[in-house]
């Protein structure tokens, strides 16, 4: 009898031995190549952070001119406030350079000697829209 045995011998190959009869034409080795692994890519994608991460106590000046409108806002379901001390800031259109993305609203943690967030918003300027930044009172 004849025992088939099969031995990993460098990553991605593996080779069978019948076992037993090692001599003759009984006794014969099968080299054969696994599948490589599948490929894993990571994309990489830069999108504007939600301006409630940047500390400022005064609005900033107006971004530049976008000519494409915003979409309408998006409507977000409040999750429970974390503590008493959370401000819910409101989602927003923000601009990519290409296309305006949702950046989802969220509870947030005020900055020292902060308790309000005033929300950014898109002003209709001339033929284009302009985006007024938020920032904590």
């Known amino acids: 009898m004849i025992d088939l045995k099969l031995f990993r011998v460098r990553a991605g190959l593996a080779v069978v031995v019948a076992v037993g009869a090692l001599s003759g034409p009984a006794c014969r080795v099968t080299v054969r190549e696994d599948p490589p692994p599948p490929r894993r890519e990571v994309v990489v994608v830069e999108e504007p952070r939600h301006e409630v991460l940047i ?5 900033p000046p107006p971004s530049a001119v976008v000519v494409v409108a915003p979409p309408q806002p998006i409507i977000e379901v409040r999750t429970a406030q ?6 819910w800031v409101d989602g927003y259109w923000a601009w990519n350079g290409s296309k305006h993305v949702w950046l989802k609203g969220g509870w947030h943690a005020p900055p020292s000697g902060r308790t309000t967030y005033v929300a950014g918003r898109w002003e209709v300027r001339g033929t284009g829209h302009v985006w007024i930044g938020g920032y904590w009172r």
Not at 55 to 59: D, N
Not at 82 to 87: D, E
Request: overall charge positive.
């Open 55 to 59: 500390i400022r106590t005064a609005p």
């Open 82 to 87: 974390p503590s008493p001390t959370h401000v």
